[in-house]
Each structure stands twice: as C-alpha cells, then as structure tokens.
C-alpha cells in the first residue's frame, strides 16, 4: 500500500515536472547546435534544481532511513485476529504477530509502538519487523538508566519461582527476592502474583543479563524515617500498639511501626506456657510496655504480662498456711513439683513432701505434668511470692501408732528396698522403713554384703528388734524369726565328739571340713596326720574330733591326729595295768619290778614325743 502510494507521488511529481518535445521548426544545423543530448537520452526534460531540492525535503520528511537492527517509532494501521500492520513511514508496512503485544491486550489502530528493522527486505521483498526485540533493547537502556538514577520504575508480577518472584520490568523478566518484597516475613507469595508494584533496581548482571529489582528498597527509607521518629520517643513504661510479625520458641517480635521489640516468652504471660503460640498469633495486633532498650535502641524489649495486676496481688487473703488446695502439675524437677494454685501462682511440692516413706525418688515416680492433685500449704510467703506445698500430709503419719503396730518382739513381713555395706533397709509399709544389720541376717553364714544373702524387691521375714520413735527409727532381724541352731549345736557337736567329714578346702595354716550346712569345722596343720604319718589331702573323708566349740563366735575346731593318738594312750595305760597285776602274781622281786616300770615309762615318753 505504502509502495504504491509512494509510487504515485513520483509518477504525479515526474508528470507534473515533464516538458513535452515538439517538432523542431528552426534550422537543423541550429537544431543541432542547440540539441540538449543529455534529454535525449534521459528521455525527459531535465528537472529544476529548485524541483529536486523539493522533491528530496519530501523523500526526507516522509520516508525513514531503514537501516538493518534500527529500532524506530511505528503506528498502528491495521489489526486482524493474529497480525498487527504497522507503517514506520518506509515504503512499505511490516507485521508483527499480535503475540508480541500479549502485555497490552488493550493494542489498538493509532497506537504508537517501538519496533526493531530485522530486515529491510525479505525474499518476498516483505519489511520485516519486531516489537519484542526492540522493547528489549529499549527495555536494557531504560533499566540501565533507571539503576543509575536510581529511579522507580513500574513492573507486573508474573509468577512465582524459587527464591521469590519473577517480575516484568519493560519488557525484561527481572527477578524479585523473597526477602525483597515487604519489610516484614511474607507468608503467602501468591498474594502478589498479577499485581503491578513499583520497584527499585538494585542489580544488572550485564553479562548474563540478569536484572535484581526490590519493592523493599522503596518503603525502607519511609520507615527509616517512621523509625527515627518512633525511637526518639520512647520510653520505659510506654504503653504502644504493635502487631505479631513473628513468633520463634523463645519469644515473639513485635512491629511497633518500623522497629521491632522482643517479648521474651517469660514475659508473655504470668503463668507458665510451653511456647509463645499458646497466647498470641501472626498478625495480632495488641498493646505491649516498653521494659528496656539498650544505649541506641536498636534493642526493644517488651512485655505483655505486665499491663496486666501480678496474680500473686490477686490472691486471695484468705489462703493460709494449711489450707487445702488443688491444683495443675505444670513443671516437674527431679527434686520436686511446681502446682499451679491460681492463675500464675505456683507453689513447689518438693519429692520428701509427696510420699511419707523415707526411700527419696524422683518427683516422675510420683506425678506427671498436666496431673490435677490435691496438697496442702506447708509455708506461704507473699512477699516473695513463694509457696510450699506437701501431697503426704492429706494422709495419715503412719508413725502416729507405730508401737500398736509394730511393738518389740512382733514379727512381720517386707519389701527388700536396698543395700547397704552394713545393712538392707525393708519397707514393712509406706512410710516405715526398717534396718536389718548383716549380722542379723543368719545364724551360721558368714555374709560379707546383703547382696550375697537376698536382692531388692524380694519380701524377708523380719522380727521388731527395737524401736525408737522419736528418731523415727526401726531396727529389724531375720535371723531372729528361725530358732538358733548353735543351740543345737552346742550338745550335738559338743568337745571330743566324733564326726566323719570331707576336706573340702586346704587353706592357710590347715583345712575347712564341713559336717552340714552350718557348722564348718578347722583343721590346723598338725592335726590333719595319719597314723602312717601322712597328711590327709583335699576330698579325702576321715573321722575327726571335736576340739574346740564356740557359740559365742560360731567357732569349731577338730582334729584328725587326736583321735588315734587318744587310742594309743590308752593301750599304754592298759599295758602297764596289765604288767602290774602279772607282778602282783608272780610276787617279783623289788628289782625285777623297777626294771619292768622303766621299761614302761621309756614306752610312754617315746609316744607323747610323737
């Protein structure tokens, strides 16, 4: 369309500027003379100078120089349902696909858009051009010069994407960091996809073409400012509204108008609470008091509980030392309990004070946190808000009649609770404890530890053997419920009695031989021989003489050697009793008599050198 109307324009301008040849009536020498052969071969009239410099201000005015990547203003002269046909004032149009224009809808006929030569000519002598290329150019110089002045520019959020968002800026796909976006933690980005916001450039990676841009930048120095203003005013005690704008395990901050402050979780609330989102919620608003800042106050601390009256102010006058409660396990120590009375008013049971026996455990033996219980108020102390409380004493002293229960001489039965070097504590109920010593364990065993002789949790016969109930204490025997077998023993392994036993053991200085279950017998050295002189060795069985019996101490002695030693005495006893009757008969002489003891005494004294 262009071409031909511009070809028109020549044609009317050469038409208007020909001069027709008419048929020469001068001499033909003249005709030649003056015969203009640069017409003639032109085949027109040449033009006036005044004509061409016309016609080129005309060329110049409505024709564009199209140079090949030249980006250049176009109109709009025509749209249909997929091309734009745009005029640049070239010789001929250009169309643009409408989906470079898919970010203005609104593209109408008339409108100017920018658009970059591709090619002056194709192949079908088509102008071809291209809006999408030259709004990237345009796109680069206006970002370029929007980072250097540092100016705001416009931009439509188009989606999101890891990290933040993508944002269109002029055409170019910048990209818009998460923490770039608000002063505050943004929860939900898709809030922001499709809007239009104002942003700042903050980065271009030329290179890589890379475009950083921040909606944060434009609103900090407005709350820098907010900032000043609100820090120059404060003061401890102030009273301010803020809202919740996060919430860790540790605290919740709060924005008081572009600074922030921190409640501390022991601030939040009087009473105790596990973490911060048990009393407030992201986005809240609710007034706080300043606590403290530090020297620039850049540090605020606040607090929550304070506008409201301490609970312990609002505790009841009436409560005493005494009183019953009850209450909520909110806190549990190895060392005790703290209940939760009254709203913020907590009192501590400590683990003596929960159970009246003497064996201490920890406080999870006894209660878990959430347990609502009931105790007493041992000590109560408002001004510094301190309270004991104790769970045993809403039951009976069990040593209110311990000597109904437990007199001197009573036997009974308990719970082996532990050891000791010396001893085993037995729990006969809750709350009393008794002690049997090592040597109130057996009659007849030798025990080095109470370990060796019953374990915890096992249930012992005991017998009461004292009673103090002053000190609370409860002396106990198990030995003391069997009948003593030394008594026994004193007649059935009375001294020189003969027992057959088997050495079991060779220890220092002699051997152990055991006669039954309880009495172990020694054996020194001298007293294992044999009649053949030899020694009676470990497993061998012989008869042996009780030498030595001890009740007292639970001692034994025997002897292998005093038993046949015994027997010779008497042979000899009898063989000089003998001679003496034979003398008596054969009425010796005074002589041969003396000679015959001689020989006698010789015999003896030989075998008790033996």
């Known amino acids: 369309m262009a071409e031909d109307k511009t070809n028109a324009q020549v044609e009317e301008t050469t038409t208007a500027t020909e001069v027709k040849v008419e048929t020469p009536k001068q001499d ?45 203003t176009g109109k709009v002269v025509h749209l249909t349902e997929r091309e734009a046909i745009i005029d640049i004032n070239a010789k001929s149009e250009g169309v643009i696909s409408l989906n470079e224009f898919r970010y203005n809808p609104d593209l109408k006929v008339g409108d100017s858009v920018e658009v970059l030569i591709d090619i002056r000519e194709d192949k079908s002598g088509q102008l071809v051009l291209s809006h999408r290329k030259a709004r990237t150019i345009k796109a ?17 959020v188009k989606c999101r994407t890891k990290g933040g968002m993508i944002v269109d800026v002029f055409g170019i796909e910048a990209f818009l960091p998460g923490s770039q976006i608000d002063v505050k ?5 898709d809030q922001y996809v499709g809007k239009n916001m104002e942003f700042k450039v903050v980065k271009i990676n030329q290179e890589f073409k ?13 709350i820098e400012e907010q900032k000043k203003e609100i820090i120059g005013q404060l003061e401890k005690g102030q009273v301010l509204e803020g809202i919740v704008k996060n919430i860790t395990s540790y605290g919740v901050f709060i924005d008081l108008g572009g600074v922030d402050g921190l409640i501390h979780i022991t601030d939040l609330s009087w009473s105790r609470i596990n973490h911060p989102n048990e009393v407030v919620e992201l986005d809240q608003k609710m007034n706080v008091v300043i606590l403290d800042f530090d020297d620039n106050k850049s540090r605020i601390q606040l607090g929550l509980k304070q506008l409201e009256k301490h609970p312990w102010e609002a505790l009841s006058e009436e ?3 005494g009183d019953k409660v009850k209450g909520k396990v909110v806190v549990i120590a190895d060392y005790g309990a703290f209940i939760e009375v009254a709203e913020g008013v907590e009192g501590l049971v400590h683990v003596s004070e929960m159970s009246w026996s003497t064996h201490l455990r920890s406080a999870q033996d006894f209660v878990k946190v959430g347990d609502e219980i009931d105790a007493q108020i041992l000590t109560l102390d408002r001004d510094d808000r301190k309270m004991s409380l104790g769970i045993k004493q809403l039951t009976p002293d069990p040593w209110t009649d311990i000597t109904g229960k437990y007199p001197v001489g009573s036997k009974h039965k308990g719970i082996v609770r532990n050891f000791t070097n010396f001893g085993v504590f037995v729990e006969m109920e809750e709350g009393i404890d008794g002690l049997i010593y090592i040597s109130d364990l057996s009659w007849t065993k030798k025990i080095k530890h109470p370990s060796e002789f019953v374990t915890v949790g096992e249930t012992l016969e005991v017998e009461v053997l004292e009673l103090d109930v002053e000190s609370r204490k409860l002396s106990l025997g198990h030995k003391q419920t069997t009948v003593n077998p030394w008594d026994k023993y004193e007649t059935e392994f009375a001294l020189n009695t003969v027992h057959k036993g088997t050495i079991d053991e060779i220890v220092d200085k002699g051997a152990i031989v055991n006669f039954n279950e309880d009495i172990a017998a020694f054996v020194p050295t001298r007293h294992l021989e044999k009649e053949d002189g030899k020694k009676i060795e470990k497993g061998e069985e012989a008869d042996f003489k009780i030498i030595e019996f001890n009740k007292e101490f639970k001692r034994v002695v025997a002897s292998h050697t ?44 030989a075998a008790s050198k033996k």
Not at 35 to 47: A, H, L, M, N
Not at 212 to 220: D, F, G, R
């Open 185 to 189: 933690p943004i929860r939900d980005y």
């Open 319 to 321: 409560m005493k030392v």
């Open 140 to 156: 680069w110089d206006r970002v370029n010069s929007a980072c250097e002045k540092e100016e705001i520019v416009n931009g439509h």
């Open 28 to 72: 033909p020498k003249e005709f030649l003379a003056e015969f203009d052969w640069d017409k003639y071969e032109e085949g027109i009239e040449r033009v006036d100078d005044s004509k061409l410099e016309e016609f080129e201000a005309m060329v110049a005015e409505n024709f564009v120089d199209t140079a090949d990547e030249e980006v250049v």
């Open 562 to 605: 005093a038993i046949f030693r015994e027997e010779e005495q008497r042979n000899v006893k009898a063989a000089v009793k003998k001679q003496a009757a034979a003398a008596d008969e054969a009425k010796p002489t005074i002589g041969d008599a003396n000679e015959a003891l001689q020989a006698l005494k010789d015999k003896m004294d």
């Open 210 to 222: 890379n475009v950083v841009v921040s909606h944060k930048a434009l609103i900090e120095a407005d």
